[in-house]
């Protein structure tokens, strides 16, 4: 298959699959039908070599820190369109976290554009990690949104292909999908950004997944999230198989965060993205204080943390989100998380 064409029948139009949201049956996300890249090898890259242009001085920062030590990044718990919100947050993770990670939401779909997010919490005080989506924005819209994200500054972009609008609350919504996450990578890197991408250990075909990284770094990537894929056993099993292919790039894991029953809600809702096993029954299973169960929640996630960092990794994404309402005290929650580890 020509690189430059994307597969017609991907609901993504995707020539660098599969995303993640491949159910753990082979289906699609929003097809009843398997996934059209499930039985092929990983496409090559077959783009522009990846650039070395100057890096942005958020890039350049960042670049700097985890060449120092492994970092701390924690998804945005704000609420959409809240300004108010934005600011709340910061300030309890101004200091205590390297860099928020501002991006997509299924509870969510509109959202403020990721450019002006960034422009808030780095007014704010706080490094971003951007998140930038194919879903809602053709080649020239993110080309614009990426000028902007050097110009504000931000510390990387993390580029992911996207939920399709028939999932989350706006189906209302026509999908873009002018590009893939890993053209996407490519996109930012000219653009000077630290770039990221994400892989889904346990989305089929698994066996896959690594060398779908490697054509992505090839892309330009230069760090990979990893999903939620049970623990840490599992994760060291797949940055071996990545690196044993060639991948060089920088691995920061996952690590899902559950503080009630709203927190928990968000994290089951993610796809083929498992827990480790027990984790969220010891956490609810803590007692019927909510403030154990908190307390719990809190404890469960600076272990699997740092248990992950001495893999070697170079950081961990502490990740989920809270129940609408409960987004101040989750920030408080995380930062704490932060703080030990």
């Known amino acids: 298959m020509p690189a430059d064409l994307p597969l017609a029948t991907c609901p993504k139009a995707m020539t660098y699959g599969p995303c993640g949201g491949v159910e ?21 890259w077959g783009g522009p070599d990846a650039v070395a242009v100057p890096d942005q001085p958020g890039a350049a920062a960042m670049r700097e820190l985890m060449a120092q030590r492994p970092i701390v990044v924690v998804d945005l718990p704000a609420a959409a369109l809240s300004t108010s919100s934005i600011t709340a947050c910061a300030d309890v993770l101004r200091g205590r976290v390297d860099a928020v990670l501002a991006g997509d939401s299924g509870a969510a779909r509109v959202q403020f554009p990721p450019a002006y997010r960034a422009h808030l919490l780095r007014a704010a005080g706080l490094q971003v990690w951007t998140g930038i989506n194919n879903r809602d924005r053709n080649r020239v819209a993110l080309e614009g949104e990426l000028a902007a994200l050097a110009d504000v500054g931000v510390g990387g972009i993390h580029c992911v292909t996207g939920d399709h609008t028939n999932t989350g609350h706006r189906p209302d919504a026509k999908p873009v999908f002018d590009l893939d996450s890993t053209r996407t990578a490519s996109l930012a890197r000219r653009f000077g ?11 089929p075909p698994t066996e896959a997944r690594p060398g779908r990284l490697l054509e992505k770094e090839r892309a330009g990537a230069e760090v990979c999230f990893v999903n939620h894929c049970g623990g840490v056993a599992a994760v060291e099993g797949f940055v071996s198989s990545a690196r044993a292919l060639g991948v060089g790039l920088a691995f ?15 994290m089951e809702s993610f796809t083929t993205s498992p827990m480790p096993e027990g984790y969220l029954a010891s956490i609810l299973g803590a007692g019927p204080d909510p403030a154990a169960v908190r307390a719990a929640g809190i404890a469960a996630a600076v272990d699997l943390a740092r248990r992950m960092l001495d893999l070697g990794l170079a950081g961990v994404n502490l990740s989920g989100g809270p129940a609408p309402g409960g987004e101040l005290a989750y920030a408080e929650a995380v930062a704490e998380i932060a703080d030990r580890v």
């Open 24 to 44: 753990l049956d082979g289906t699609c996300e929003v097809s009843p039908d398997p996934c059209v890249f499930l039985d092929i090898a990983p496409v090559s």
């Open 193 to 203: 950004h630290l770039v990221s991408v994400g892989e889904a250990p346990c989305a």
């Open 252 to 266: 920061i894991a996952c690590v899902p965060i559950v503080l009630d029953e709203g927190s928990a809600a968000v």
